[in-house]
């Protein structure tokens, strides 16, 4: 039996002792991480450098990009290449405590986002009064000040918990579920405590979003040319995909039943809504977006003209 004053280390498990699949994991990771680091950094680049853009929705976009930017690169590849399934108490909490931050703050730029595309199709001769530049600024800082003290909340009440089941985490990072499964059966009351808090801040801005798109779905049936209705379509798609994809995979990795679990769905799960997503999110807000394009072909010519 051991206890949480006594654990210096966890033992990531996810990785496997044959060190060629070690290999395996640490290129395929840095390839993802690479392709995120690649896209991720062209969006912030072109906004920032592009002075068009400086608008709300890509102020908002932005921060997403530094937020997806963040998240992959919490999880540790050194792990598979140094050939060690170790990771620190101390190291652990600080992991846990940067991921939900992060995932908690971009959850929240989600939501603002899906507030910037309803007020752009359903009240657009007050977008410029109601996403001002100063406002753009409130609400960003709102979510990550408010993300910071929900991940602080999180980190402090899960390593306060005492663990007496080990420090074998069947993960490749710090996850909620994985450390609570190493807590002793007393503590049910504070994580029913836990979830019952996480529920009602994540089913809140779930609503809101379904809600605003509710709103857009009913303005834009209204718009009498085609042409419009495909233009206001394609400005709310990319973040519903991104929306989707993010709230679907975290739903199921937490609130899957029982008979489903296994570790190797475990890992699969934790690697398409903590991995994928940064890797992916760039792709899906570029493809069809052409102010983008245009910006980063402006800012590709601009930085390597033609000799």
Known sequence: MSNSSSITQFLLLAFTDTR???LLHFWLFLGIYLGALLGNGLIITTIAWDQHLHTPMYFFLLNLSLLDLGCISTKSMAISLWN?????YTGCAAQFLLFVFLAAVEYFILTIMAYDRYVAICKPLHYGTLLGSRACVHMAAAAWGTGFLYALLHTANTFSLPLC???VLDQFFCEIPQILKLSRSNTYLRE???LVISFSVAFGCFV???FSYVQILRAVLRIPSEQGRHKAFSMCLPHLTVVSLFVSTVIFSHLKPLSFSSPSLDLVVSVLYSVV?????PLIYSMRNKEIKDSVWRLMTGCFPKQ
């Open 208 to 210: 809101f979003i379904f």
């Open 84 to 88: 060690t399934r170790a990771i620190s």
């Open 192 to 194: 029913v405590w836990l």
């Open 165 to 167: 089941k080990g420090n």
């Open 277 to 281: 997503p940064p890797a992916v999110n």
């Open 20 to 22: 060629k699949l070690q």
